[in-house]
């Protein structure tokens, strides 16, 4: 198990940036993959970027363009970079370390984008 930290979370308006990080508690080496997940009120959750363990990346189609991930094995940290920011990305931003088995998450930090 691993315990993960979000930052980096806040308010922004429409078309600003904010760069969110994880930070984990061991090696994230060892993880399959690494991935931001968002979830808004009344929605479920969703896959927003995923980075796998040698760097592929895969991104929602939504945020494709807009969105950047990227990891740094040496700090046990993966930041997702967000620009051209939407109302509609407004949702609680969750870290997830994924293995074949199991997933787990961090605690979630807010992002809200005022139009």
């Known amino acids: 198990q691993v315990q993960l930290v979000e930052s980096g979370g806040g308010l922004v308006q429409a078309g600003g940036s904010l760069r969110l990080s994880c930070a984990a508690s061991r090696s994230i080496f060892s993880f399959s993959s690494m991935a931001w997940y968002r979830q808004a009120p009344g929605k479920q959750r969703e896959l927003v970027a995923r980075?796998?363990?040698?760097?592929?990346?895969y991104y929602a189609d939504s945020v494709k363009g807009r969105f950047t991930i990227s990891r740094d094995n040496a700090r046990n940290t993966v930041d997702l970079q967000m620009n051209s920011l939407k109302p509609e990305d407004t949702a609680v931003y969750y870290c997830a370390a994924v293995t074949i088995v199991n997933t787990d998450w961090g605690q979630g930090t807010q992002v809200t984008v005022s139009s």
């Open positions: 980075i796998t363990a040698l760097s592929g990346t």
